[in-house]
């Protein structure tokens, strides 16, 4: 009876020996259980922040190749800009050298405008000094003809088939615009030059005379009274 008793016993703390172990052995598997959990956790959140970092990197990537892109399309528009630039600076100083030659050029014409403008103005003054010889030299012979006219009491009448144009304002004849001889000086006028009566020693009363020899006449008249 003692015997068995102590073998229960012994069979006791053997069972408790093993629950013991197993208690442990499952405590310890807990333990590992739960590390392996930790790690697997820590695993999955490396493993999500990976691909958060991946992702973030990717769209990343993306933005930057977008940038490149259009750096490089900047890049291409400035050296088409710096081109054109070129190409404009050059227009400018091609532009710039032809208006400095049209400078010189108009100062030269300004010049020679200058030198002509004084010569045309010679030209003037010396075509108005034999204009004005010319109309003296007319009037000395209008009033020489006038003259020998009054002295002698005849006129040598100018030819009417000869002359086309009137002695005084040099206007064509025509239908309209007859001729008519002035009486004192023998010339042919038109009416308008020649609308003027004045008696002569010739002739018992007034005839047609021209604006000049009427005016003579006149003065010469008023002087001899």
């Not at 091609?94 to 100062?107: I, W």
């Not at 200058?114 to 009037?139: F, P, Y």
């Not at 005084?168 to 007859?178: A, I, L, Q, V, W």
Request: with cysteine; hydrophobic share 30%; proline share 1%.
């Amino acid at each position: 009876m003692t015997d068995t008793i102590q073998k229960m016993d012994e069979k006791c703390k053997e069972i408790d020996g093993v629950r013991s172990g197993a208690e442990e052995r499952v405590r310890v598997l807990d333990a590992e259980a739960a590390e392996r959990e930790a790690r697997t956790n820590g695993v999955e959140r490396e493993l999500r922040l990976e691909r958060e970092w991946r992702t973030s990197l990717q769209e990343t990537s993306i933005c930057n190749t977008e940038k490149i892109s259009q750096l490089h399309q900047e890049i291409d528009q400035l050296k088409r800009v710096s081109e054109r630039y070129l190409t404009l600076q050059e227009e400018y100083y091609a532009l710039k050298e032809v208006c400095s030659e049209q400078e010189r050029t108009l100062e030269e014409l300004g010049g020679q405008l200058s030198m002509a403008k004084l010569a045309a103005a010679e030209l003037r003054e010396a075509a108005d000094n034999v204009q004005q010889q010319q109309q003296q030299q007319h009037q000395q012979q209008q009033q020489h003809q006038q003259q020998s006219a009054l002295q002698e009491g005849s006129v040598a009448w100018a030819n009417d088939r000869m002359v086309t144009q009137c002695k005084g304002c040099s206007r064509e004849f025509n239908m309209t615009r007859r001729k008519h001889h002035c009486r004192h000086c023998g010339n042919i006028f038109c009416n308008a030059c020649s609308d003027n009566t004045t008696a002569l020693p010739n002739s018992a009363k007034p005839v047609r005379v021209c604006d000049e020899c009427y005016v003579f006449l006149v003065s010469r008249y008023s002087v001899a009274r």
